[in-house]
C-alpha cells in the first residue's frame, strides 16, 4: 500500500532564509508524487509532482523537490522564504503507478510560518 | 474562471437533516473524486467517478452517504442523517484521465458543521 510520511508537523523559518519540508513515501512501484500547499480559507494548489521524467522537480514561486529512491524521500525546498509562503504543505503520492491516475494519499501536512 | 467549482462553500445543519453538495469538474476532465477533510488532517478519499460510473468507495463511505455523476459532467454528494462527526470540509477533484502525469485538480471545499 502507498503512503506518506511528513516529518515535521510545523516549520519555522525567517523571511529570506532557505526552507525544507520533509516528505518520506512507501511504495510497491514506481509513485507519482506531488507537494500541494493550501492557504488560510483556501482550495488545495499544486505546487509540482515528480512522474519519472527527472529526479529535481521545478515548481510554481520558487519550489523544487528532488526524488531519491534509495532514500524514499521527496523532500520540499526553496531558497530563501517569503511571507506569502507561510501555508499548510501536503505531500501526496498516488495509490496507482506513475501518470495511472488514482486516488491521492495526503501526508498529515507540515504548517510552514515565515517570521519576518 | 474554468476551475473546479463547488456549491455551496458552507453548510450549517442540524444533526439528523440530510445535505447535499455539488461539485462542477473542469469541462473536459472525465475523472472525478470526492475527499473530505478534518481539522489538523490531510485530505481522505471517499469516491471517484470516471464519465458517470462510480469506480471505487472508500470503507469511509457509510451507507448514509451517497455519491452520483449523472451524465458523466456535475457530481453531487449527499449525506443522509448527519451526524456531528460528518462535520468537515468536503473537497473535490477532477483529472482528464491519460494526461501526463494525471493531475487533480481541487475545488475551494464546501464546510460543513453539524450542530
Known amino acids: 500500500a502507498q503512503s506518506v510520511t511528513q516529518l515535521d508537523s510545523h516549520v519555522s523559518v525567517s523571511e529570506g532564509t532557505p526552507v525544507l519540508l520533509r516528505c518520506n513515501y512507501s511504495s510497491s512501484y514506481s509513485p507519482s508524487l506531488f507537494w500541494y500547499v493550501q492557504h488560510p480559507n483556501k482550495g488545495l494548489q499544486l505546487l509540482l509532482k515528480?512522474?519519472?521524467?527527472?529526479?529535481l522537480v521545478k515548481g510554481i514561486n520558487g519550489f523544487e523537490a528532488e526524488f531519491k529512491k534509495s532514500e524514499t524521500s521527496f523532500h520540499l525546498t526553496k531558497p530563501s522564504a517569503h511571507m506569502s509562503d507561510a501555508a499548510e504543505y501536503f505531500c501526496?503520492?498516488?495509490?496507482?503507478?506513475?501518470?495511472?491516475?488514482?486516488?491521492?494519499?495526503f501526508g498529515q501536512g507540515t504548517e510552514l510560518s515565515v517570521k519576518p | 474562471d474554468t476551475g473546479v467549482s463547488q456549491d455551496p462553500r458552507h453548510k450549517i445543519t442540524k444533526r439528523g437533516q440530510n445535505v447535499t453538495f455539488r461539485c462542477d469538474p473542469i469541462?473536459?476532465?472525465?475523472?472525478l473524486y470526492w475527499y473530505r477533510q478534518t481539522l489538523g488532517q490531510g485530505p481522505e478519499f471517499l469516491t471517484y467517478f470516471q464519465n458517470e460510473a462510480q469506480l471505487e468507495k472508500s470503507r469511509l463511505l457509510s451507507d448514509r452517504f451517497s455519491a452520483e455523476r449523472p451524465k458523466g459532467s456535475f457530481s453531487t454528494l449527499e449525506i443522509q442523517r448527519t451526524e456531528q462527526g460528518d462535520s468537515a470540509m468536503y473537497l473535490c477533484?477532477?483529472?482528464?484521465?491519460?494526461?501526463?502525469?494525471?493531475?487533480?485538480?481541487f475545488g475551494p471545499g464546501t464546510r460543513l458543521l453539524v450542530l
Open positions: 501526496v503520492v498516488s495509490d496507482r503507478g506513475v501518470n495511472q491516475g488514482g486516488k491521492l494519499i
Open positions: 469541462s473536459e476532465h472525465n475523472r
Open positions: 477533484a477532477s483529472s482528464l484521465e491519460g494526461g501526463f502525469g494525471e493531475t487533480q485538480y
Open positions: 515528480y512522474t519519472s521524467a527527472a529526479t
